[in-house]
């Protein structure tokens, strides 16, 4: 299926992503959106391990995109009954019914889950957010339809955060240092940001922001991703 300069594509783990003809770029790892999402996002930022534990979680995305990663986080919340309070930035949702595609695929058997996320995203309006929207009595999403570099973050609040951005080929803004800086000021203490970019220039970028990094073994077809958290905070939790 293709829609404006999206299509969708199956990954090498059977799930599918979308494919940006434009800037010839994946949504997610053409290797597996699945494993992506798994274990770069959900695991590394330590997100899987506290709401295992029963720790009420705050989690910004930056590139919502097509909610592939919130459906993903929400299905362990729910799992684990535990409160999820999910933050999505997104400048350009796609499609709706190219991210209901994805989502159906990829979580067919999370039908109400992937039905609120494409309501939530139907109805994203530019430079506004659709406020926190229940999906159940544990879970919320507020979908932020901006430019992540403008809209102000709430101080010390995000238990994680998920940096989804395209890559620094085509997004160079949101891995330099203003913009991390700004992230690490909108971190709660002991936070993680994950990520699946190890370049040099953003890990230099994320020094200078006030983070300490470290790069872990990234899922299949990738061999090095990252987390880092701001330098004055305690260790880095262990995924
Ligand atoms: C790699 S995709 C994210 C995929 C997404 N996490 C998912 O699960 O479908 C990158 C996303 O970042 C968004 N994006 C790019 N620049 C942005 C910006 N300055 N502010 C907010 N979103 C941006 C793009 O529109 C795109 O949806």
Redo the contacts with the bound molecule.
């Keep these: 299926m293709q829609k404006n300069n999206l299509q969708l594509l199956a990954t090498k783990d059977g799930s599918y992503t979308?494919y940006d003809t434009e800037r010839q770029?994946t949504?997610?790892s053409k290797f597996g959106a699945t494993a992506e999402s798994e274990t770069v996002f959900l695991h590394n930022a330590g997100v899987y391990k506290r709401l295992t534990n029963q720790q009420p979680t705050a989690v910004l995305?930056?590139?919502?995109?097509?909610?592939?990663?919130f459906v993903h986080t929400a299905q362990h919340a729910m799992t684990s009954k535990c409160a999820l309070h999910y933050t999505g930035?997104?400048?350009?949702p796609?499609p709706t019914d190219l991210a209901r595609s994805l989502l159906k695929s990829n979580a067919p058997q999370l039908v109400a889950l992937c039905d609120f996320t494409c309501d939530v995203l139907s109805k994203a309006l530019p430079n506004s957010e659709s406020g926190e929207l229940p999906f159940d009595s544990l879970t919320t999403l507020n979908l932020v339809c901006a430019?992540?570099?403008d809209w102000a973050l709430p101080e010390g609040y995000f238990d994680a955060i998920y940096l989804?951005?395209?890559s620094i080929k085509n997004?160079p803004d949101?891995w330099c240092k203003p913009f991390l800086e700004k992230l690490r000021i909108a971190t709660k203490q002991g936070g993680i940001l994950a990520t699946y970019c190890v370049s040099r220039s953003f890990r230099d970028a994320l020094t200078s922001a006030g983070y300490k990094w470290q790069k872990l073994p990234g899922p299949k077809g990738k061999r090095e991703v990252l987390t880092a958290s701001p330098t004055n905070t305690p260790d880095l939790t262990k995924a």
């Design positions: 979308l770029e949504y997610h995305e930056i590139g919502f995109g097509s909610g592939y990663n930035l997104e400048m350009r796609p430019d992540a570099l989804d951005a395209f997004n949101l």
